[in-house]
Structures are given as structure tokens and as C-alpha cells.
């Protein structure tokens, strides 16, 4: 983890936040504009003996796209040694007909995005920003109060310092104070779902194939990982949710086995399991005056189709161009910008996932007939098939240079 050093108290930039959004920012903007003084507050002590909450024991499913990004900005040659290629994924509805299949190689690709346990950006974040003479953390700490002016943002900190900087960027994920203390407004919907991670071993090879299955006991997601593992994502119940978490292992297994059936093969060992509750968490705007929002902070969403950290990518590709050539990085035209470039992708990402949990959260006879339908039709037909596999391979919004 980085060390603390308070010194300074005048900014170009503060980034409330140091998770995956915060630091991936950070890490871009130190190279972009090495003549910029970057402020980081994380609210988390770095010499706690606690995993960061940001890179826990999660994976993640990284589309193409915001592979070519990490690559773009020096680290994925690093991560990549610890990735897992998807090759293809299946899409099915348990019990019923509709199944549709994506290939890496149907899109002439060699893969439609790799899965990456977050621990590695993590660690690699954390070696890479500790070096960076532009960069300083205030860290364990948070903004109390935030004071706009025509020229500059002052905020004070719990340990009673104050900044000031043109721009502060809110990336504390989704229940972020600092965008309350900013003034945005919200609106929330409470899945009354939770979502159990664990990782399961698997008593056969994998071969890079990935698996969202629509069970009656809720979505399963199966994403493989290296050492022919997979990385399990379970929305469960909210109430079924400390029962499965109470299992002891052979119990859990055997649970996660009869919701899932065998498709996937048998699995033989299960790690540490997590809960995160889900709830659908949207600002009513992206920019206030010198404040942006990104990452959780602007789009909290159900991590059913993976989208969360390929969209905080975009926010932070879409930022870089903004502030390009900026003099003034809280000007009002870099906010405009930002704004413009990340309105509609969000929006469709929010819309998609949202649709894509009530469609496949509902036992309907006729609603599990129209989807079962869907996906029997993307089964057929390439064209309807396409949006799926682009949103997969987020390819959606390339932003050029950056
Ligand atoms: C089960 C699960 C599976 C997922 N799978 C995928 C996937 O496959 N693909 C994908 O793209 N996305 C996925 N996501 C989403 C992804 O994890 C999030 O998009 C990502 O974590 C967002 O990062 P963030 O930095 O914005 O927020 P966070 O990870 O929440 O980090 C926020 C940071 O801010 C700090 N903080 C909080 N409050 C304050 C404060 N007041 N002051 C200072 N610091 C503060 C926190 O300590 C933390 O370090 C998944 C999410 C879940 C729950």
C-alpha cells in the first residue's frame, strides 16, 4: 500500500476513494498529466491487517475492450500472467428450453474478455502508485465537509485538514458520502437479493468456458479462472442468503451442485464465501460544479451481466479525454464533456442489467416463455445475437486516443 504523506494542501485533483475505481483513475492520471498534484482520500487504513474492501476475494470478468484499456495504460502485461481467457460463455434457463452460447471465435477473436481475481490489480495498484512523486494519500481518512467556490473545491477532512483542488472526483462506490455531501440526489431500488461469491474447484478442465445459468434458486454465474477453478457469483434471496453462508463446506458444495446441475462438471472444493446485498443505486446527474462522479459512485448496479468495473473504465477513458489538453481541470467544459461521453453507455448498461434481473427473476410462465424464446432465438440467429456478445466484449463505446 502506498505511504501517507500530508504535506500539501493545494490540488489540481482529489480522488475521494482509492478502490478499484479511485486508484486505476489515479494511476492513469499520474502518467497523463505528471505536472498535476493528485490528492487520493481513502477512507480504509493501509496498515490494517484487513484485505482493502475494494480488492477482496472478488473476481471479475474483464470485456475485450477493457482489456485493450489496461493494456493501453502499462498493466495488463502484469495481470495477464494471473488471467483467465473466456472463450465462451452459455447462457441458459434451467428447467427450460432457451439457451444461447457466445464464442470468442464466432467474432473472430481469440478471447471475449479474461477474468482476473481483483486482489492482483490490487497489489499491482498499489506497488505502481507508491512511486509516483505527483500522488498523495490521505488515507485513513474521509471528507466531512465540502465547501464550492467559483475557483476551486475546499474540502475538510475527519483528521482536520484541509484542500483545496479545481476537480474532486467521487469514486467511493456506491454508498459514497461525499456525493451526498456534494448534493446529488439519488434514486435506489433494493433487489432484496444478495450475491454469494466463492471460489469452486472443478474435477475437470474448465477449457475457458463461462456460464450464466437462470436457476429457481436465482441467477448462477461461473466464471473460470486459472488452475481450472471457477469464480462463482450466486444471487440468492436476501433471507436465503445466511443459510447458504452458514453451510460448512461439503454442504455448500453440495448445495451449489443440485442448484446448478452438472453442465459445468462436478465441483470438488470451495473457498472463503462473501455476501454483498443488491441494490441498483443511480445519480440523477454524472457532474456538479468542479465534481464528477465515477465507478459505484455513479453506477451501483446488479452484478449479474458483469458490467460494473468495464463501465468504471469507460468513466475513467472518458475522463482522460476530457481533461485532455484542460488547463483548468474542473472547467466547466471538461465536466460537459465528461458528461456527454458517458450518459448514453450508462444508461443502456443500467437498462440492460436492470431488465436482465427482472426478466430472469421472474416465474411467470409466460415471461420464462419469452425469454426462453429470446434465448433459443440468439441460439439461431447471429444478428440478435450480436448485441449480447458486443456488451460481452464491451465494445460498445471506444473513445479514440484514450
Ligand atoms: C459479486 C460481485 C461480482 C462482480 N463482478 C463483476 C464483473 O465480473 N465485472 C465487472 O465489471 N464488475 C463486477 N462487479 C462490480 C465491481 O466489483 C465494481 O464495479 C467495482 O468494485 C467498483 O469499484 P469502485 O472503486 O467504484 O467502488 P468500491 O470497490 O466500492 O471502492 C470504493 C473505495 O472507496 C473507499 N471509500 C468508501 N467511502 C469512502 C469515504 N467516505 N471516503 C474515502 N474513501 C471511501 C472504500 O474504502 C473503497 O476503497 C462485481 C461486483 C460484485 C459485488
Known sequence: MPATNQSNSRFDIIIAGG????????????????EWQIAI????DCHSETVPASFDSRSIALAAGSVSLLQRWGLWPVLAANACPLEQIWVSDRGHFGKTRLTA????????????????LGNLLSTKLAHRANLTYFQPDFITAITPTTACQTVQLSSGAELTSNLLLIAEGGLSQSRQLAGFSMSSDDYQQSAIIANLALAQPHNNTAFERFTEHGPIALLPLTNQRYSL????AREAAAELLALDDQAFIAAIQQAFGYRAGVFTAAGARAQ?????????????????????SLHNLHPIAGQGFNLAIRD??????????????GDYKVLRTYQQLREQDIKRVVWFTDALVRGFSNNSRLVALA??????????????KRPLAMQAMGQGQPYAKY
Do not use: F, K
Open 276 to 296: 454483498y446485498p443488491l441494490t441498483l443505486r443511480r445519480p440523477d446527474e454524472i457532474v456538479r460544479h468542479r465534481t464528477a462522479l465515477l465507478g459505484n
Open 19 to 34: 478502490g478499484m475505481a479511485g486508484s486505476l483513475l489515479a494511476w492513469c492520471l499520474a502518467q497523463a498529466r505528471p
Open 316 to 329: 475513467i477513458q472518458a475522463l482522460l479525454l476530457a481533461l485532455n489538453e484542460a488547463s483548468d481541470p
Open 105 to 120: 471465435s464466432e467474432y473472430q477473436q481469440a478471447a471475449l474478455g479474461q477474468v482476473l481475481e481483483v486482489e492482483h
Open 41 to 44: 482520500i481513502e477512507r480504509q
Open 233 to 236: 457469483v450466486w444471487t440468492v
Open 371 to 384: 425469454r426462453n424464446a429470446g434465448l433459443a432465438a440468439m441460439l439461431l440467429c447471429d444478428p440478435l
